[in-house]
């Protein structure tokens, strides 16, 4: 069995902001590509400072 595995993405340091309806867009799209690539990735967090979004594989 696979350990499960994930990452954080830290854009508060980049200077990103949180829009809502964009970034969950974004989001959605990074979270897959990342999934798709990487076989025992199970979750990714977000951190945009104020706001931290995690997703699952299983989302």
Same mark, same amino acid.
């Given at each position: 069995?696979?350990?499960?595995?994930?990452?954080?993405?830290?854009? *508060?340091?980049?200077?990103?902001?949180?829009?809502? /309806?964009?970034?969950? /867009?974004?989001?959605?799209?990074?979270?897959?590509?990342?999934? *798709?690539?990487?076989?025992? *990735?199970?979750?990714?967090?977000?951190?945009?400072? *104020?706001?931290?979004?995690?997703?699952?594989?299983? /989302?």
């Amino acid at each position: 069995m696979r350990k499960p595995y994930g990452m954080n993405l830290d854009y *508060a340091k980049a200077g990103a902001a949180m829009d809502d /309806e964009a970034n969950h /867009e974004t989001i959605t799209y990074i979270a897959t590509f990342i999934f *798709a690539l990487v076989k025992n *990735a199970d979750w990714i967090t977000f951190d945009f400072g *104020a706001d931290m979004q995690k997703v699952t594989r299983k /989302e």
